[in-house]
């Protein structure tokens, strides 16, 4: 069960430690979290909250947002590839990275249309700002995060086509597996891409509430309206990310 304990708390802990946006799922959050779980890796947990500094956080790691992970007296690594390396690392098995170059070299580059700059994750941020940019009055959170993630009329107009696309990717790679009889995004087992596009299916698709308990508020937001996103949203991934989370993720989210 999580539990947050306060910064002070964990920032000389021996171990594992995350810092997580509270409240909220972000599908970044959710993902390491998975991926520690799966590995049945102990971690204690402090919160980040969202549109505030943090600025004793930030002093300590470098990061500008969550999630931020530490290990040992390792310094603390915010980027999702360098927080999969790392559980990798402590933790090889059941490893989520394919042992096979062709797969790995896959998985790792349809995770990056899911997690990376101008991924669905990207864009999707971009599409959540256009309001409150739209209305000339951002709060100092949102301006906060505009800036830090080159908030722009070009990219945001691309957002939708550029969703559209990583989608079309997963779902061909999807289709391509169960065609040789595999239920999984890449080789014949459980990858992290499997983890990443299960967490971040909610910025387009929210689970129900009963395994997503996120304010109504947020999910009025997170649920895609782009016509364009919403048909490419394939059935089969939703299918997908409805199994990997019952088989392999926390229910209800812990948030």
Known sequence: MLRYRSFEEIVDHPGLRIVLVKG??????????????????????APWLGGEPNENIVAWSGATSAPIVAWAKERPVNRWIDILYLAERIAP???LIPTDAMQRAVMIGLSHEICGEMGIGWNRRLQLFAPAFASGSPSAGVSRMGSKY???????????????????????QLKSQCGRGVKYFVGDALSALDIYWTAFANLLDPLPKEQNPMPESLRR???????????????????????????????????
């Open 221 to 255: 937001g997170f649920t895609a309206t782009d016509p364009v996103v919403k048909a490419a949203l394939d059935p089969l991934l939703l299918e997908h990310r409805s199994r990997i989370f019952r088989e392999h993720f926390r229910d209800p989210m812990e948030l």
């Open 24 to 45: 909220v799922p972000s599908p970044w959050g959710q993902a390491a979290k998975a991926i520690f779980e799966i590995k049945g890796l102990d971690y204690v947990a």
């Open 150 to 172: 080159g908030y722009n009329e070009v990219d945001v107009k691309a957002a939708g086509e550029r969703t559209a696309a990583s989608l079309n990717a997963l779902a061909n």
């Open 93 to 95: 098995a059941p490893n």
